[in-house]
């Protein structure tokens, strides 16, 4: 199995910035082709975020997080960040980190369902 904690959500001022990690653990970790961050908005249906490849840490973004949001990892301590940047009130959400053990293409990637683990999700408040 595989365990993600998030750590690093918190309250932050419009235009502040946080950063988000995820750290893996477990006896299967080795298995993690790609870690992705979706996120959760109060009354909305949670949404895809960023995604990473473990070993080529090829990247990938939402629209709506793009040139903002910067997704990285660090495999020697198994964890994977994501970088907030330039934050707005509407990326207010719980954000949940993912791990998928196989490849997927462009559009299922950012699908809940081909993620395996899931760790329990980091509240993240931006204030205007």
């Known amino acids: 199995q595989v365990q993600l904690v998030e750590s690093g959500g918190g309250l932050v001022q419009a235009g502040g910035s946080l950063r988000l990690s995820c750290a893996a653990s477990?006896?299967?970790?080795?298995?993690?082709?790609?870690v992705g961050w979706f996120r959760q908005a109060p009354g909305k249906e949670r949404e895809f975020v960023a995604r990473i490849t473990w070993n080529g840490g090829s990247s990938i973004y939402a629209d709506s997080v793009k040139d903002r949001f910067t997704i990285s990892r660090d495999k020697a301590k198994n964890t994977v960040y994501l970088q907030m940047n330039s934050l707005k009130p509407e990326d207010t959400a719980v954000y949940y980190c993912a791990a998928d053990k196989e490849w997927h293409n462009f559009v299922t990637m950012r699908l809940q369902r081909v993620y395996d683990y899931w760790g329990q999700g980091t509240q993240v408040t931006v204030s205007s």
């Open positions: 477990g006896a299967r970790t080795f298995s993690i082709y790609a």
